[in-house]
T-cell receptor, first 113, second 110 residues
């Protein structure tokens, strides 16, 4: 099992550009989530999904879109990048619900200039 | 307004001694609690969890204590090892959402 994979590992964007961060898992997990990690702020939930076709907003959803067309994939879209979105982004998945052990990907470090 | 707080940004402990990491939360609706460990340039990994119906859970060297009346949980690591040096995040949740604290950097000195 590859677990949770994320691409790219690093990305630099200019303000106003859009991009998609990819996340995939091969564990047949129902629950998937996206977090951003900023210094001193811990991880903050952006969006989550409890199954294919179902998504919901987390704590900091503004400026981000998600979709869940398959169980395996949960891409995160930045619509119009802003410097405030400079962060490290982590995708995670788990069987069932968020209170179970979540498996995290290695992260994507995004810089918006 | 942070609902989950780890008030100690860092902690230094001698190898073999006990490490105690603390976490406070404000939302009384939280009914499950977890600890994650994170090494640099890696994603967090799950350590241990506890539900609100318990006040203690053990897994090897790791024990989590929950004091619901004080809205406080702690992670004890005994004995501490140099490989335990990492950032530790507590997380609290209700429903489908998990809220993380800001993290505590633990340094275990040989």
């Amino acid at each position: 099992n590859a677990g949770v994979t994320q691409t790219p590992k690093f990305q630099v964007l200019k303000t106003g550009q859009s991009m998609t961060l990819q996340c995939a898992q091969d564990m047949n997990h129902e629950y998937m989530s996206w977090y951003r990690q900023d210094p001193g702020m811990g991880l903050r939930l952006i969006h989550y999904s409890v199954g294919a076709g179902i998504t919901d907003q987390g704590e900091v959803p503004n400026g981000y879109n998600v979709s869940r067309s398959t169980t395996e994939d949960f891409p995160l879209r930045l619509l119009s990048a802003a410097p405030s979105q400079t962060s490290v982004y982590f995708c995670a998945s788990t069987r069932g619900r968020a209170y179970n052990e979540q498996f995290f990907g290695p992260g994507t470090r995004l810089t918006v200039l | 307004d942070q609902q989950v707080k780890q008030n100690s940004p860092s902690l230094s402990v001698q190898e073999g001694r006990i490490s105690i990491l603390n976490c406070d939360y404000t939302n009384s609706m939280f009914d499950y609690f977890l600890w994650y460990k994170k090494y640099p340039a890696e994603g967090p990994t799950f350590l241990i969890s506890i539900s609100s119906i318990k006040d203690k859970n053990e897994d090897g060297r790791f024990t989590v204590f929950l004091n619901k009346s004080a809205k406080h949980l702690s992670l004890h690591i005994v004995p501490s090892q140099p490989g335990d040096s990492a950032v530790y995040f507590c997380a609290s949740g209700a429903g489908n959402m998990l809220t993380f604290g800001g993290g505590t950097r633990l340094m275990v000195k040989p």
